[in-house]
């Protein structure tokens, strides 16, 4: 069975994956740091002071291992995704099918529907979100490169080619 279509990560170069490790890294440390001063406080603080660092240690360790594992596995991800399409990825066309509006998140911008074919895999549809832009219009032509086994695929470029009539194709 195949896997559903996926659109790849945003890739995260080398440098950028270092530094949101070390950032990752410095949300992680102030939950230890808590969690070891409450243990070596000398000489020991009121019951009070013992239990809120305490507290506080295990609460920040929590959410630093959260936010902590979160961001290790997109930077890995991201990376993954990269090294495969390079690696078997294969070039294809996007054909938009259909656009709509997209107020998600902080960024509006326009959502595609796609149809992805190429050589080495079945045509599939899937949708992306892109910036507005208004050569982004049903019929016109995105490239693309696809992993044929596991259907990921990333928009590659701007271009757009938009086909007005039958001659054209």
């Known amino acids: 069975?195949?896997?559903?279509?996926?659109?790849?990560?945003?890739?995260?170069?080398?440098?950028?994956?270092?530094?949101c490790r070390l950032m990752f890294l410095a949300i992680f440390l102030p939950g230890p740091v808590l969690l070891a001063a409450?243990?070596?406080?000398?000489?020991?603080?009121?019951a009070t002071d013992f239990w809120g660092l305490v507290a506080g240690g295990v609460l920040a360790?929590?959410?630093?291992?959260?936010?902590?594992?979160?961001?290790?596995?997109?930077?890995?991800?991201?990376r993954q995704d990269a090294r495969r399409l390079s690696a078997a990825g294969v070039a294809a066309t996007a054909e938009i099918l259909a656009v709509a509006n997209h107020l998600g998140g902080e960024d509006p911008g326009l959502e595609l529907r796609l149809r992805i074919s190429g050589p080495g895999f079945t045509t599939f549809e899937a949708t992306t979100v892109r910036a507005d832009d208004p050569a982004l219009v049903p019929g016109a032509m995105l490239p693309a490169v696809v992993d044929p086994v596991d259907r990921i695929f990333r928009i590659t470029g701007v271009s757009v080619v938009v086909h007005t009539s039958k001659e054209d194709i």
């Open 1 to 19: 069975m195949t896997s559903p279509p996926r659109e790849a990560e945003t890739p995260i170069g080398p440098i950028g994956a270092l530094l």
């Open 61 to 78: 360790t929590g959410v630093g291992v959260g936010f902590g594992v979160f961001g290790l596995r997109v930077v890995s991800r991201s």
């Open 38 to 46: 409450a243990a070596r406080l000398d000489p020991p603080r009121s």
